[in-house]
């Protein structure tokens, strides 16, 4: 996979959005970038996350109840920590400040659920073509992936748009072809390849337990998108 930029972001939604902002700037420290408009009454409010984007999308109609995705936690390398500080956001969302490196988390790290160890390893092994630095331990540019098997993933459906984290987003040069060659590859569709305005080009796709990534080619990283001028 040709990265654009070398850390996966992280998107939630929430129906708590001052107690989560108050929560996510203050508590864990994120600083504030932008919001971004995401259609149909929705905004994104984008924080850094050490050079990733954490995304923290609400919607002017409430966003219903749905079982946890595979993404069950955040952990955040933070310069200055002598050990783990596990919090709690107020939609229950577990996220964990750790020393650079613990665990091998150098920017942040993702605790992922996973019915089949096996089958979820290869998926983002030899379907998404990240690197496995060992068995369950996936790296895309210097974000990390824990993979840990939970037998309760069986049958359970993940949705996009409900409270929780709910996606991943990869930064890549070209969106088409990188959707592409992940079908090629035996991957599952979330999402058609959509350009949105002159800001981006995005598609999803999913793992074999249904959790959304999303594929994006963003203009302020590649430049100008297909069909637009030079």
Not at 15 to 32: I, K, R, S, T
Not at 148 to 153: C, G, L
Not at 189 to 206: H, K
Request: glycine share 12%; with cysteine; net charge negative.
């Amino acid at each position: 996979m040709q990265l654009a930029k070398y850390h996966l972001d992280i998107g939630i939604f929430t129906n708590q959005l001052e107690a989560q902002l108050l929560f996510w700037q203050e508590e864990a420290g994120l600083p504030f970038e932008e919001i971004l408009a995401t259609g149909k009454g929705q905004r994104q409010h984008r924080h850094g996350l050490n050079g990733s984007v954490f995304k923290l999308n609400h919607s002017l109609e409430p966003v219903p109840p749905a079982p946890l995705a595979g993404y069950r936690e955040l952990l955040i390398a933070r310069e200055g920590l002598d050990a783990a500080r596990q919090l709690t956001d107020p939609d229950g969302n577990p996220v964990t400040m750790v020393p650079p490196g613990h665990e091998g988390v150098t920017g942040i790290g993702v605790r992922l659920h996973v019915r089949s160890l096996e089958a979820s390893r290869a998926y983002y092994r030899d379907v998404l073509g990240w690197a496995e630095e060992a068995p369950g331990r996936i790296r895309c540019g210097d974000t990390l992936l824990i993979l840990e098997e939970d037998a309760a993933q069986a049958g359970v459906e993940s949705y996009r748009g409900c409270p929780g984290y709910r996606y991943l987003t990869v930064q890549v040069w070209d969106t088409g072809a990188e959707h592409a060659a992940i079908l090629a590859r035996g991957g599952r569709e979330g999402m058609a390849p959509a350009t949105l305005g002159s800001t981006a080009r995005i598609s999803f796709v999913r793992d074999p337990d249904g959790n959304w990534l999303e594929i994006s080619q963003r203009a302020s990283l590649t430049g100008a998108l297909p069909g637009e001028a030079d």
